[in-house]
């Protein structure tokens, strides 16, 4: 009955992970939406972008928001395949290209977030 | 393996659409089919966010020609859309958290009509602040 069971990776840190980013993202969120659409132009102009981008902890922020949803949305993918029986190579090809994924896409994102530059004088 | 055990109808993986629709759903089920559709869709739209938002780094004119497209109404009504994904997979997940670390498997039915009621209340007032400006201009101010 056991037969399909891994005792080596339970998925324990995974799931407590999981949790944590969960709740954190829910935070971020509500911060998130209110920030982008309460005002129209808050969300969608090149200088409310930019005068936000000019406070080092909102790009923190940015950065943490970043991070943890391609985290906990990845995670939970690998959850999804993880339903399934699947041959090892299989499980580890899936694996890799999603955290090859993960990485590729934070990556742009932190490059985004750090090209901005910190400016002088807004107008 | 008793007969008994042998007896217990277990899940047929390579049958798992079948398997799941024949399935009696409760709340619980609902919540973990659209967790999952709504992921999905989430991990979907971050993906395309980054894309949309790489257009920072190359100037002023090219990022507002792109937002300008994102601001038409019909990209608006799927943002509002899209509201829905990120509302139920919020709530679900306070939900889940409640089910796992306090005790609530015991009121799971009633925090899932809860979050039913809160949710379609913040869809509706984010479709008004989203709209505000439009539905202004429709009484002419």
């Known amino acids: ?4 069971q891994s005792v080596r990776n339970s998925g324990a840190k995974s ?26 132009d808050s969300g969608h102009t090149f200088e409310a972008v930019m005068a936000r981008m000019q406070h080092s902890w909102y790009r923190i922020i940015d950065l943490l ?11 939970g993918i690998w959850g999804i395949f993880r339903d399934y029986n699947m041959k090892p190579w299989l ?19 932190f490059n985004i977030i750090f090209s901005i530059p910190y400016l002088k004088n807004l107008t | ?28 089920s609902w ?3 659209y967790h999952r559709i709504s ?15 790489s257009t920072l780094t190359e100037g002023k004119a090219v990022f507002e020609t792109k937002m300008q497209s994102f601001l038409s109404p019909p990209f608006l009504a799927l943002e509002w859309l899209l509201f829905i994904f990120v509302l139920f997979h919020s709530l679900n997940g306070v939900r889940i958290v409640l089910v796992d670390w306090a005790d609530g498997a015991k009121y799971h039915k009633t925090l899932y009509r809860f979050s039913w009621i809160i949710g379609i209340f913040l869809f509706l007032l984010m479709g008004y602040i989203m709209f ?5 201009k429709l009484f002419g101010k």
Do not use: C
């Open chain 2, 39 to 53: 992921g999905i869709a989430l991990i979907g739209y971050l993906f395309l966010h980054i894309y949309s938002l």
């Open chain 1, 65 to 75: 928001f970043l991070t943890l949803g391609f985290y906990h949305g990845l995670n």
């Open chain 2, 132 to 136: 505000s400006h439009e539905i202004l």
């Open chain 1, 15 to 40: 799931w407590i992970l999981q949790r944590i980013s969960g709740i954190a993202l829910v935070v971020l969120m509500i911060g998130h939406y209110i920030l982008m659409h309460y005002h129209p």
């Open chain 1, 1 to 4: 009955m056991f037969k399909y």
């Open chain 1, 91 to 109: 499980k580890i090809s899936l694996l890799f290209a999603l955290v090859i994924l993960g990485i590729s896409f934070i990556a742009w994102g």
């Open chain 2, 1 to 28: 393996m008793s007969e008994e055990i042998k007896k217990i109808k277990t899940f047929d993986q390579r049958e798992w659409i079948k398997e799941n629709i024949s399935y009696r759903k409760d709340s619980g």
């Open chain 2, 31 to 33: 919540a973990w089919i």
